[in-house]
């Protein structure tokens, strides 16, 4: 294009030939100037600068580097960090005085950043803690009570709220009051309906567990799930993540039920709570189909509070500095090398033992057993 130009050719000539604009034939003609084509810098540049106005001189950084080495050798606080530095330079009064952030970033340019940067790990596992809802082959159904809430007009509400793991089946139930034996009517209706999942996860509350201030105390929710041959799970008290898909449902529920409308009744409350489960239902149909299955409610079933508890009771627990934990009333020990950790304790009924498998996120697939103990559920009777 230059050369062209330069052997007689028009500018208007050469554009159209190249099918460029004339503007750009005059650009790369100054840029050519009189010089010859071999010598010319032909690639494209930014415009503006080459460097930017403020970029921080080589002396600067230099300098900062020499303030970390002298102040990190004799400083009598012993720091040499950004803000150290910033108020060293201020004492000897340089000037221009850089900024907190660019000395930041000047210490990091030299790589001379002692602190570590958090490592992000991949998270375990939906069920980690349970092996065979890890893996996929059962189903989890996790419940909790909303309380707290109260219509305009008096009328107390508490909610029963209940979700699976895998499929994320929904349920829901407004009542008045939530006690031990609506919320066995509420799951009993509710697994009739759609079969038993392997697992069901509940948190400490009385209702679920049974009475705090007598040890050896199963509940009737207890008793129910372990003559339908479903392993109770309860979460670890102050802990987060185990009972992330029930709290997660929980405001789901609060946000698109109970915020979203004014309720004139309890029936109203309940009206609406059964058009969003229902749409909640539709909606991860597609999900509740690729869930694990679920066993079906034996016909000829029937409760009977009376009869000697059976089968298994997981409780998910903290251990304490001696490496020991409570449940059920009781201390177990678990293991001296073993404080403050997450255990899952497998409290077997038929064999009248209690396992202890060791729990971590880090590495979920880790769960040796840390003890095993002697214990027998006292027989007596089931006091309503």
Same mark, same amino acid.
């Given at each position: 294009?230059?050369?062209?130009?330069?052997?007689?050719?028009?500018?208007?000539?050469?554009?159209?030939?190249?099918?460029? *604009?004339?503007?750009?034939?005059?650009?790369?003609?100054?840029?050519?100037?009189?010089?010859?084509?071999?010598?010319?810098?032909?690639?494209?540049?930014?415009?503006?600068?080459?460097?930017?106005?403020?970029?921080?001189?080589?002396?600067?950084?230099?300098?900062?580097?020499?303030?970390?080495?002298?102040?990190?050798?004799?400083?009598?606080?012993?720091?040499?960090?950004?803000?150290?530095?910033?108020?060293?330079?201020?004492?000897?009064?340089?000037?221009?005085?850089?900024?907190?952030?660019?000395?930041?970033?000047?210490?990091?340019?030299?790589?001379?950043?002692?602190?570590?940067?958090?490592?992000?790990?991949?998270?375990?596992?939906?069920?980690?803690?349970?092996?065979?809802?890890?893996?996929?082959?059962?189903?989890?159904?996790?419940?909790?009570?909303?309380?707290?809430?109260?219509?305009?007009?008096?009328?107390?509400?508490? /909610?029963?709220?209940?979700?699976?793991?895998?499929?994320?089946?929904?349920?829901?139930?407004?009542?008045?009051?939530?006690?031990?034996?609506?919320?066995?009517?509420?799951?009993?209706?509710?697994?009739?309906?759609?079969? #038993?999942?392997?697992? /069901?996860?509940?948190?400490?509350?009385?209702?679920?567990?049974?009475?705090?201030?007598? $040890?050896?105390?199963?509940?009737?929710?207890?008793?129910?799930?372990?003559?339908?041959?479903?392993?109770?799970?309860?979460?670890?008290?102050?802990?987060?993540?185990?009972?992330?898909?029930?709290?997660?449902?929980?405001?789901?529920?609060? *946000?698109?039920?109970?915020?979203?409308?004014?309720?004139?009744?309890?029936?109203?409350?309940?009206?609406?709570?059964?058009?969003?489960?229902?749409?909640?239902?539709?909606?991860?149909?597609?999900?509740?189909?690729?869930?694990?299955?679920?066993?079906?409610? $034996?016909?000829?079933?029937?409760?009977?509070?009376?009869?000697? $508890?059976?089968?298994?009771?997981?409780?998910?627990?903290?251990?304490?500095?001696?490496?020991?934990?409570?449940?059920?009333?009781?201390?177990?020990?678990?293991?001296?090398?073993? $404080?403050?950790?997450?255990?899952?304790?497998?409290?077997?009924?038929?064999?009248?033992?209690?396992?202890?498998?060791? #729990?971590?996120?880090?590495?979920?697939?880790?769960?040796?057993?840390?003890?095993?103990?002697?214990?027998?559920?006292?027989?007596?009777?089931?006091?309503?």
């Amino acid at each position: 294009m230059v050369r062209a130009v330069r052997a007689g050719g028009s500018i208007h000539e050469v554009a159209r030939q190249f099918h460029l *604009a004339r503007s750009t034939v005059r650009f790369w003609l100054r840029r050519a100037g009189d010089r010859r084509l071999d010598r010319v810098d032909w690639s494209d540049r930014l415009s503006g600068r080459r460097e930017p106005v403020n970029k921080t001189s080589r002396d600067l950084e230099d300098l900062v580097v020499t303030a970390r080495r002298d102040l990190k050798e004799t400083s009598a606080l012993g720091e040499y960090g950004a803000a150290t530095i910033r108020w060293e330079f201020q004492r000897r009064r340089i000037r221009p005085l850089p900024s907190l952030r660019t000395i930041g970033r000047i210490l990091e340019r030299r790589g001379l950043l002692d602190g570590r940067r958090r490592v992000r790990r991949p998270p375990p596992p939906r069920g980690w803690y349970l092996p065979k809802v890890a893996a996929a082959r059962v189903e989890l159904d996790s419940f909790d009570i909303v309380e707290g809430l109260v219509i305009r007009g008096g009328d107390s509400v508490e /909610v029963l709220n209940g979700i699976s793991l895998h499929g994320g089946l929904p349920a829901s139930w407004p009542k008045a009051k939530i006690t031990a034996k609506t919320a066995v009517d509420a799951l009993v209706a509710h697994w009739r309906r759609y079969g #038993l999942p392997g697992y /069901v996860q509940f948190d400490n509350d009385t209702v679920f567990q049974g009475a705090h201030q007598h $040890p050896d105390s199963l509940g009737r929710v207890i008793r129910l799930c372990l003559s339908l041959n479903l392993i109770p799970v309860f979460a670890p008290p102050r802990e987060t993540g185990f009972q992330a898909a029930i709290e997660n449902f929980n405001g789901r529920w609060q *946000a698109k039920v109970w915020s979203r409308f004014t309720h004139a009744s309890r029936r109203a409350l309940q009206s609406r709570s059964a058009k969003f489960i229902t749409a909640s239902r539709r909606r991860a149909a597609v999900r509740i189909e690729a869930a694990p299955p679920r066993r079906t409610f $034996p016909k000829d079933w029937k409760l009977n509070l009376q009869a000697l $508890p059976e089968g298994c009771v997981i409780f998910l627990r903290r251990t304490d500095p001696k490496g020991q934990v409570s449940l059920l009333g009781h201390v177990f020990p678990v293991d001296t090398n073993w $404080p403050h950790r997450l255990v899952r304790a497998e409290v077997d009924l038929t064999r009248k033992r209690i396992r202890f498998y060791a #729990l971590r996120r880090r590495d979920p697939a880790y769960q040796p057993v840390l003890n095993e103990v002697h214990y027998e559920f006292p027989k007596r009777p089931f006091h309503k």
